[in-house]
């Protein structure tokens, strides 16, 4: 039995380096490949350590391509998307799954639809309706936009939890005079914080990845966010800049990874929180 557990423990082992191996490499591929000329990549001496350092590639992205005033465009919409959409989304699934009201199952059902609606067949409307209410290059169209295609996902999310809460404490709650408000942001978003972090994960990346919407609704550079200034390497009169490319993506590539490493503890307690829960 200790050589079959033995053998086991090698096994998983094994799969979980290859794992973290297959997952890190491409963020240390990029990082060497940002300190190369595009004509070195381009021959196929892109998996070796660079000969010559090209450090031009950083002070190309941060001064002529103004990579950081796009990076602050972008981490301003993912920070009003990331709040808009969990006060909103919080709010309403406390009232469908804490409240009885006619129309709760219909509303229910609208959320389920809007999973299942792809966001990108609905964008010429949208686009339409936010130039009547002349919000096109205004990041408020983005972040109502975003945040109204991750309200769906992060209700669900939320509703799951709030379905575990005992009723008695919002009536012991009552009792003491608390308010709904009170109820809401006091007692039942204390509670659900493993959903809370489930919600915020999927908004960040969703948020901090859109291209589609960012393209046809910010059509100034003023504005701008990172998946569009990335977009712009690909542009260029003799081609695209594969080093600054690479170079963007990693300064790109910080926020995500910084809030990665912070919250990892927080991503595992939603995982076993979301197993308990099952």
């Known amino acids: 039995m200790r050589i079959q557990n033995k053998w086991i423990r090698g096994l998983i082992t094994v799969i979980f380096i290859i794992f973290a191996f297959t997952s890190v490499y491409p963020l ?34 941060i001064f002529e391509r103004q990579i950081p005033k796009f990076f602050l465009n972008s981490v301003v919409v993912t920070a009003c998307t990331l709040v808009l959409t969990i006060i909103v989304s919080t709010m309403l699934a406390y009232a469908l799954t804490r409240m009885r009201w006619k129309l709760s199952g219909k509303i229910n059902n609208l959320i389920m639809l809007g999973i299942l609606l792809p966001s990108q067949i609905v964008i010429v409307p949208i686009f339409i309706m ?39 404490m919002e009536e012991a709650a009552v009792m003491d005079g608390a308010g709904l408000f009170t109820i809401l942001f006091r007692i039942i978003m204390p509670l659900i914080k493993p959903a809370i972090a489930s919600m915020s994960i999927n908004i ?75």
């Open 130 to 168: 936010l130039r009547q209410m002349h919000l096109i290059n205004n990041p408020v169209s983005l972040i109502l936009t975003i945040s109204a295609f991750n309200i769906a996902m992060s209700t669900i999310m939320a509703s799951s939890f709030m379905k575990g809460i005992p009723f008695e």
């Open 204 to 278: 960040f990346i969703n948020s901090w990845n859109e291209f589609i919407y960012a393209l046809v609704l910010i059509t100034g550079e003023k504005y701008r966010t990172l998946p569009i200034a990335l977009m712009n390497y690909s542009s260029g009169k003799y081609g695209t800049d594969y080093g600054g490319m690479f170079a963007a993506m990693v300064i790109t590539s910080i926020l995500p990874i910084l809030l990665f490493l912070f919250f990892s503890n927080e991503v595992e307690k939603t995982l076993s929180a979301g197993a308990i829960l099952k």
């Open 28 to 61: 240390f591929w990029m990082f060497i490949n940002s300190f190369k000329d595009t004509d070195v990549i381009m021959t196929g001496d892109s998996f070796r350590l660079p000969e010559v350092w090209k450090y031009r590639n950083y002070t190309d992205a």
